[in-house]
């Protein structure tokens, strides 16, 4: 369920801290990682040029988590390598999978790669798909059938194959966040991909002000700003099914799979934005809050008030409406008419 295109935009402006201390420059770094781009933005007095590290970091990162590296960790796990370790990067990312999976009773979940693959979503040349032939695959879906044992991945059947791309690239925000933080660096708003991680404040004390998107009719269609959100310390992730999509025999499909019936979801959701203390959790919930729908989101997040989130949603008329839970609401500010 890889978001290979931004949700969010960021709204950025160029100020120099006034305080009566040394001035912090700001600083932009960005390029590309994880099948997607990063952009982070950081005030540093020490002037410190950290693109060196982060291009690094992503290279190191990717060896563990991307299923379009031939040699990383979790390639060679779903080719039942078994001369392969996990390292702590898999560890944390596979933990934080496996406990989303349990509290959103397994909307949520990494085995999904096989069905990802089938639709055509990954790395493989899609399959002619029926019913017949997504209940065959269904049996290997399933987060309960595999297990981290000793730094091996157990599973239950050696067809089965897992997926961080709907959590991974959160997790590498808060690990670029750590990066930062290492070097003395307070103030920093970190985007992959459109999962953002911001902390500390702009020059002046201001917020960091993030845009979530308007859902567009088609994957080609101009961005335009739904609503703008002020960040404080906080993540922020989103997750949509309309800039990603195929089209079989006329009919649209989305790239978010329900692991349950192994299509992709119908339900009325079009974006979720999720609000967390770290970015892998905004991430995985996201995934999750879209194959779950309105109401079970809404109906999750009463139990879960560490979580908030911002939903928009076409109701029986085909027009787009928005919810959101009471404390991404008080940040949000700009928010545009829902309409279609």
């Known amino acids: 369920m890889k978001k290979f295109l931004s949700i969010l935009f960021l709204i950025n402006f160029t100020l120099w801290s006034c305080g009566p201390h040394t001035p912090k420059k700001e600083f932009k770094i960005n390029g590309l990682a994880q099948g997607t781009y990063y952009a982070i933005t950081y005030y540093d007095k020490e002037e410190q040029d950290l693109q060196p590290s982060i291009d690094s970091f992503f290279k190191a990162f990717d060896y563990s988590a991307s299923n379009y590296l031939n040699q990383s960790i979790i390639s060679r796990f779903n080719r039942n390598d078994t001369d392969v370790v996990a390292d702590n990067n898999f560890t944390a990312v596979f933990n934080k999978a496996m406990e989303v999976s349990v509290k959103t009773n397994g909307a949520f979940d990494i085995t999904v790669m096989p069905l990802i693959n089938a639709w055509g979503f990954g790395f493989t040349d899609p399959m002619k798909l029926d019913s017949a032939k997504i209940d065959s695959i269904l049996p290997l879906i399933d987060y309960r059938n595999v297990q981290l044992i000793n730094g091996k991945l157990v599973k239950k059947n050696p067809d089965i194959m897992i997926d961080f791309n709907a959590i991974a690239q959160g997790y590498s925000a808060d690990l670029i966040g750590q990066i ?20 500390g404040t702009k020059a002046k004390k201001e917020l960091w002000r993030v845009g979530i998107e308007q859902p567009a009719a088609d994957a080609d269609a101009a961005r335009t700003l739904n609503s703008v959100v002020k960040l404080e310390n906080k993540a922020l992730a989103t997750s949509g099914n309309y800039r990603k999509y195929i089209i079989k025999d006329g009919k649209r499909y989305s790239h978010t799979i329900d692991p349950k019936t192994g299509f992709p979801v119908e339900h009325t959701a079009l974006s979720v934005s999720v609000l967390a203390d770290d970015c892998m959790t905004a991430d995985a919930y996201a995934t999750a809050f879209m194959v779950m729908g309105v109401e079970k989101t809404k109906a999750f997040l009463d139990q879960h008030p560490e979580l908030e989130a911002y939903i928009i949603y076409s109701d029986k008329n085909d027009e787009l409406k928005t919810w959101g839970s009471k404390g991404l609401l008080a940040i949000i500010e700009n928010e545009a008419p829902a309409t279609k």
């Open 180 to 199: 930062l933080e290492s070097k003395g660096i307070q103030d920093y708003l970190i985007d992959v991909g459109g999962e953002v991680l911001a902390k």
